[in-house]
């Protein structure tokens, strides 16, 4: 038995039958290296993930070779990645606006989104016109449908109710035979064999778990100062922190950065974010809001029925919605509207990848024309149809002609 963690290589495991347990990034890793010198490789599940290729085909027709996370923009968030009763304000209603403008403006005028020619390599230096969906993994339509059906089996469709992982390199060879995949979740273990819910049995010599980590604060003892509160993330949970990143009752004297993991999306922008109001905070420029426990309370509730289909992960959260949400805060939201007449930058800051360069476009420790520089350095990866086609159904969303979540009803 071992975990990822002390895992270095697949030698340990050639010739071997081995049960690999979870499915994060890491685990689809270490389930295609283990599977291609094992004699037999069980990959045990709870439930299936919501997959995501990390390059863009087949699902987009794009001749970039452009990684997936260029599509996450602020108009397909604002269609499929946030709680609907965070994006109610005029603002939104503003920023909607824009997005579909921007739609239409592309539409009329390729050139504003479109930037360069075809790349000869894609994202991960690969040859371009080969069409690989990651790293080492070539298109097929076996592992194209069979990416579909986990995403359409793992409860959330689209709407970033859970972890995505952002890793296919081991689809190949499930489609090869090479791993075989089992949902129903280990029952238990009988001597030399894994029992599973569905009550199949495989024999097993190396049972490896992938199964993530545990928030853990052990180094924090004691009370805080005098008082009676406990020097700690309650429950252990860092949703009960405000943002994740201030204890509600410790105030900004100390800060969590680093636990915030977007659906999709990067922990370093959001631990820049954090660094950002904390350093605001110390500094005496921003105070924390005296809702701050209330707002707390409310985000922990949403959050933790929002992202039910991932209750493990505690620091789960939507990209733009946080990132949005923290640069209200500091004081450098996006305001789309005022890049109207600076019409490329506009139409890929409502179109083109989130990149966390436009959370400095204005507001404290701005860098306006680096910012710009690096935003506009990026072209549109969808094509304009298919940004007028998300426009479309952003608006019927949020019209309530269809619902988001059981929730909602």
């Given at each position: 038995v071992s975990h990822s963690s002390s895992y270095k290589n697949n030698l340990p495991f050639a010739g071997k039958d081995?049960?690999?347990?979870?499915?994060?990034?890491?685990?689809?890793?270490?389930v295609r290296e283990i599977s291609e010198v094992a004699n037999s490789t069980v990959l045990a599940m709870r439930s299936f993930p919501y997959l995501i290729p990390r390059l863009a085909r087949p699902f987009h027709s794009n001749p970039l070779g452009c990684p997936s996370d260029a599509f996450t923009s602020h108009l397909r968030h604002d269609l499929l990645l946030v709680p609907m009763c965070h994006y109610q304000k005029l603002k939104h209603l503003i920023s909607r606006i824009m997005c579909t403008l921007a739609a239409i403006l592309y539409l009329i005028f390729p050139f504003l989104g479109v930037g360069g020619s075809s790349s000869e390599k894609d994202a991960f230096n690969q040859d371009a016109s080969a069409g690989?969906?990651?790293?080492?993994?070539?298109?097929?339509?076996?592992?194209?449908?069979?990416?579909?059906?986990?995403?359409?089996?793992?409860?959330?469709?689209?709407?970033?109710?859970?972890?995505?992982?952002k890793n296919v390199m081991f689809v190949e060879h499930i489609v090869k035979g090479r791993i075989q995949p089992n949902p129903s979740g280990i029952q238990r273990l009988d001597g030399e064999y894994v029992v599973f819910n569905d009550s199949s049995r495989v024999r097993?010599?190396?049972?490896?778990?992938?199964?993530?980590?545990?928030?853990?604060?052990?180094?924090?003892?004691g009370n805080v100062g005098s008082t009676s509160v406990a020097l700690a993330v309650p429950d252990g949970n860092v949703r009960r922190l405000y943002k994740h990143v201030i204890h509600p009752h410790i105030g900004k004297s100390m800060a969590w950065i680093g636990f915030v993991r977007p659906t999709t999306g990067g922990i370093p922008p959001c631990a820049e974010m954090a660094a950002r109001y904390w350093a605001l905070l110390l500094t005496g420029r921003k105070d924390l809001p005296r809702s701050m426990a209330e707002v707390t309370a409310k985000d922990y509730e949403l959050d933790t029925r929002y992202y039910k289909l991932s209750p493990?992960?505690?620091?789960?959260?939507?990209y733009k919605d946080w990132m949005d949400g923290m640069a209200?805060?500091?004081?450098?939201?996006?305001?789309?509207?005022?890049?109207?007449?600076?019409?490329?930058?506009?139409?890929?800051?409502?179109?083109?990848?989130?990149?966390?360069?436009q959370y400095r476009l204005e507001g404290p420790c701005s860098l306006p024309e680096l910012a710009a520089?690096?935003?506009?350095?990026?072209?549109?990866?969808?094509?304009?149809?298919?940004?007028?086609?998300?426009a479309r159904r952003t608006w019927i969303r949020h019209m309530g002609i269809s619902k988001l979540w059981a929730g909602d009803e």
């Amino acid at each position: 038995v071992s975990h990822s963690s002390s895992y270095k290589n697949n030698l340990p495991f050639a010739g071997k039958d081995c049960v690999v347990v979870g499915l994060g990034e890491s685990g689809a890793d270490v389930v295609r290296e283990i599977s291609e010198v094992a004699n037999s490789t069980v990959l045990a599940m709870r439930s299936f993930p919501y997959l995501i290729p990390r390059l863009a085909r087949p699902f987009h027709s794009n001749p970039l070779g452009c990684p997936s996370d260029a599509f996450t923009s602020h108009l397909r968030h604002d269609l499929l990645l946030v709680p609907m009763c965070h994006y109610q304000k005029l603002k939104h209603l503003i920023s909607r606006i824009m997005c579909t403008l921007a739609a239409i403006l592309y539409l009329i005028f390729p050139f504003l989104g479109v930037g360069g020619s075809s790349s000869e390599k894609d994202a991960f230096n690969q040859d371009a016109s080969a069409g690989f969906i990651d790293k080492d993994t070539p298109y097929s339509p076996l592992a194209a449908t069979l990416i579909y059906q986990w995403c359409n089996r793992s409860g959330q469709q689209e709407h970033g109710q859970k972890f995505a992982c952002k890793n296919v390199m081991f689809v190949e060879h499930i489609v090869k035979g090479r791993i075989q995949p089992n949902p129903s979740g280990i029952q238990r273990l009988d001597g030399e064999y894994v029992v599973f819910n569905d009550s199949s049995r495989v024999r097993c010599d190396c049972l490896i778990f992938c199964t993530g980590y545990r928030d853990v604060f052990s180094f924090l003892k004691g009370n805080v100062g005098s008082t009676s509160v406990a020097l700690a993330v309650p429950d252990g949970n860092v949703r009960r922190l405000y943002k994740h990143v201030i204890h509600p009752h410790i105030g900004k004297s100390m800060a969590w950065i680093g636990f915030v993991r977007p659906t999709t999306g990067g922990i370093p922008p959001c631990a820049e974010m954090a660094a950002r109001y904390w350093a605001l905070l110390l500094t005496g420029r921003k105070d924390l809001p005296r809702s701050m426990a209330e707002v707390t309370a409310k985000d922990y509730e949403l959050d933790t029925r929002y992202y039910k289909l991932s209750p493990d992960v505690k620091t789960l959260v939507g990209y733009k919605d946080w990132m949005d949400g923290m640069a209200e805060l500091v004081g450098c939201e996006v305001r789309l509207w005022r890049c109207v007449f600076r019409p490329k930058l506009f139409v890929r800051l409502c179109l083109g990848s989130l990149l966390p360069s436009q959370y400095r476009l204005e507001g404290p420790c701005s860098l306006p024309e680096l910012a710009a520089a690096t935003v506009l350095s990026v072209p549109v990866a969808a094509t304009s149809w298919q940004s007028i086609d998300e426009a479309r159904r952003t608006w019927i969303r949020h019209m309530g002609i269809s619902k988001l979540w059981a929730g909602d009803e």
